[in-house]
């Protein structure tokens, strides 16, 4: 489960830069700001994700079912999150209406915040070890 986490983290981290430098330099002459900006916190929250997966993936102490659970969360929500901003961000440069998807932003937005919630359960649940 490390490496699924490791690698999809490295993807995603891949991805973020990739798309960022598009935005920078390809959208930038075709974009007005707010659109760019809008383009620029979907490669924000992949990248801040990519590197959640590779501190979970870090992690000795959290079960191999936590982190798929983890992993899960993440990469749907990401690519909800992330990859519809992306879309309604360059909306203007296509012929088909984006808007009418989305809806799965905010849903993309929960996957994430739940990704969280489960580290922070893991945690809130487990016993304090004793130092000795």
Same mark, same amino acid.
């Given at each position: ?11 995603? /981290? ?5 798309? %960022?430098? $598009?935005?920078?330099?390809? *959208? ?12 620029? +916190?979907?490669?924000? #929250?992949?990248? #801040?994700?990519?590197? $959640? *997966? ?5 992690? +000795? ?8 659970? &983890?992993?899960?969360?993440? @990469? $749907? %929500?990401?690519?909800?999150?992330? %990859?519809?901003? #992306? ?14 998807? /989305? $809806? @799965?932003?905010?849903? /993309? /937005? ?6 969280? %919630?489960?580290?922070?359960?893991? #945690? ?6 004793? &130092?000795?």
């Amino acid at each position: 489960m490390n490496n699924k986490s490791i690698s999809t983290a490295a993807l995603f /981290g891949m991805i973020a830069i990739i798309l %960022g430098a $598009f935005g920078a330099h390809a *959208l930038k002459k075709v974009l007005p700001p707010e659109q760019l900006i809008t383009f620029e +916190t979907g490669v924000r #929250y992949q990248m #801040y994700h990519a590197l $959640f *997966l590779l501190f979970i993936g870090m992690l +000795t102490d959290l079960s191999a079912k936590t982190k798929n659970i &983890i992993n899960y969360l993440v @990469v $749907f %929500g990401v690519t909800l999150f992330s %990859g519809s901003i #992306y879309l309604l961000a360059t909306n203007t440069l296509t012929s088909f209406d984006f808007k009418v998807i /989305g $809806f @799965v932003t905010p849903i /993309g /937005g929960l996957l994430l915040i739940l990704a969280w %919630g489960v580290l922070l359960s893991h #945690y809130l649940k487990k016993k304090p070890t004793k &130092i000795r």
